[in-house]
């Protein structure tokens, strides 16, 4: 019985040390081009087309016949829109955060004024879309 205590407690170990190696947060590039496609390795379903400068987002969404397309997501409290305009002289404003270990931790941040959206989903809206996270 000891034996077997112990041979469980190894793979419960060996695996809990296995997911934390495969599970890494992903984040969008504050270098680069404009636009990024970020996906999170926890969820296939958070695919993300993201304009880094504007902070549009869509979602990678596949229709009842197979067809691919992006959605774009809602915001609640849209962008402020002082943010384009005191951030025109950089190509980058936005960045997309997921967590590697818990798909409801993805966020948008504005890395100039630290504006930050959460990721959430409304049963009546069908889709995700971003809301923001006050400072205090």
């Not at 695996?15 to 926890?42: M, T």
Request: aromatic fraction near 12%.
């Amino acid at each position: 019985m000891k034996k077997f205590i112990a041979v469980l407690a190894f793979v419960s170990l060996s695996l809990s040390s296995f997911a934390d190696v495969n599970a890494r947060a992903v984040k969008s590039s504050v270098e680069g081009g404009r636009y990024e496609i970020v996906q999170s390795e926890i969820t296939r379903k958070h695919t993300f087309l993201i304009d880094k400068k504007s902070g549009w987002t869509a979602q990678l969404q596949v229709d009842s016949k197979g067809n691919k397309t992006w959605v774009g997501m809602r915001c609640l409290e849209a962008y402020d829109p002082g943010d384009s305009e005191r951030n025109e002289n950089h190509d980058i404003n936005y960045q997309i955060f997921m967590s590697g270990t818990a798909a409801e931790d993805c966020f948008l941040l504005n890395i100039h004024t630290g504006k930050i959206w959460q990721l959430f989903r409304d049963p009546e809206w069908k889709n995700l879309y971003w809301a923001p996270i006050y400072k205090n």
